[in-house]
Nanobody, 122 residues
Framework: QVQLVESGGGLVQAGGSLRLSCAAS????????MGWYRQAPGKQREWVAS???????NYADTVKGRFTISRDTTGNTVYLQMNSLNSEDTAVYYC????????????????WGQGTQVTVSS
């Protein structure tokens, strides 16, 4: 069916940058929404940023001005450019997408990636 695969995580020093990618594949008819979430140890998963099909982007206050979400309209890929990283950004980052598939046939379902680890050292 549908798979979301994240990449780009790793270890970076405070103040550095990383770019995450998430590629969707499968029997996709449309993707209305793509977003990024993160979960730190002992914390609930929190929303980070999102972008809809029209291109409007929204950000959590904690990352506003530092992170940029974008979408490759030629494919099914969403990116998260992360700048000025700090220790509070350390988490597993997950991408999510609301997708209509040939199987769902008119029903939009939420799909999640497996997560990619981002670790920011002080």
């Amino acid at each position: 069916q549908v798979q979301l695969v994240e990449s780009g995580g790793g270890l970076v020093q405070a103040g550095g940058s990383l770019r995450l990618s998430c590629a969707a594949s499968g029997s996709i008819l449309s993707i209305n929404y793509m977003g990024w979430y993160r979960q730190a140890p002992g914390k609930q998963r929190e929303w980070v940023a999102s972008i809809i099909s029209g291109g409007r982007a929204n950000y959590a206050d904690t990352v506003k001005g530092r992170f940029t979400i974008s979408r490759d309209t030629t494919g099914n890929t969403v990116y998260l450019q992360m700048n000025s990283l700090n220790s509070e950004d350390t988490a597993v980052y997950y991408c999510a997408a609301d997708i209509e598939t040939t199987q769902s046939r008119g029903t939009i379902l939420r799909y999640w990636g497996q997560g990619t680890q981002v670790t920011v050292s002080s």
